[in-house]
């Protein structure tokens, strides 16, 4: 049955960014010559990029391009081999505990305790980050992402595609400033995943929110994204609008571009 998402009111809703005026131009994100080598295999190879305040950013590539290895460095959850990151303009290695209150994660890939229910999981978590609400917060989440009917039901006993939706509200339980989201319209059907992207969009305009998004939908980096940044191997290779990108390479979608990319195709302007 497809799940009716609450339509989240209140803020500026003029467009992308619009919630923090003038401070569009600040870097959120920035990374330098960052380099993750295990053993005798290199994950990430000295990527450099950055990602703008109030916007949201395509990380792609495909299986075994860097892009998990990343984001763990990103959340300080892998040390780097070598180069920096730097969040909210602070080292992140340095300040990791200060920043992540800042920060959240959602991957529907990474289990919360089968045991617990939804309403017990995110108890913990809204404890964990310290929040003077976590009831309220639970409350209005639940309802905005049609949670409400399963916050009794044990985690375990969850399709795959409502625990998509409960690490997404896990996610957003301390209204982060960085949100960065791994595959979150995995397991959705077509109705609930527009109706997640729509939300997304609103939470953004409403916080001024910044968003790292890593999909395999390309459908959805298109609709979601004012850039992207493409790895492959470790290495970033391309960098652009996906409206620039599917110019630069003569195509006609973002799934095209993304084909061509993992083809060693280079772009017309390259070639």
Do not use: W
């Amino acid at each position: 049955m497809p799940v009716r998402l609450i339509t989240v009111c209140g803020g500026n809703h003029n467009g992308l960014g619009s919630a923090v005026g003038n401070t569009l131009t600040e870097v959120v994100i920035e990374t330098v010559k960052l380099r993750k080598r295990f053993d005798q295999i290199v994950a990430v190879d000295e990527i450099s990029f950055s990602v703008q305040r109030g916007v949201t950013t395509a990380l792609l590539g495909g299986n075994g391009a860097g892009k998990t290895t990343t984001i763990a460095m990103l959340l300080g959850l892998l040390l780097p081999t070598s180069g920096h990151i730097r969040i909210f303009g602070e080292d992140m290695l340095q300040h990791r505990y200060r920043l992540l209150h800042r920060m959240n994660f959602s991957s529907p890939y990474v289990d919360l305790p089968q045991r617990l229910t939804v309403r017990q999981n995110l108890t913990v978590y809204g404890h964990l980050y310290r929040l003077r609400d976590t009831g309220k917060r639970i409350a209005r989440l639940a309802q905005e992402l049609g949670l409400s009917e399963l916050l009794e039901r044990r985690y375990g006993k969850l399709s795959a595609g409502q625990k998509t939706r409960v690490s997404l509200a896990k996610s957003l339980l301390n209204e982060p400033e960085l949100l960065l989201l791994d595959e979150p319209t995995a397991s959705l059907d077509p109705d609930t995943a527009d109706a997640i992207r729509s939300y997304l969009k609103q939470y953004q305009q409403r916080t001024g929110a910044t968003m790292l998004l890593a999909s395999h939908n390309m459908t959805e980096v298109e609709r979601m994204c004012a850039e992207v940044i493409m790895l492959r191997q470790g290495k970033v290779v391309d960098v652009g609008a996906p409206a620039e990108l599917i110019t630069r390479y003569g195509r006609n979608t973002m799934e095209e571009v993304f084909i061509d990319i993992a083809r060693h195709k280079k772009s017309e302007i390259a070639a």
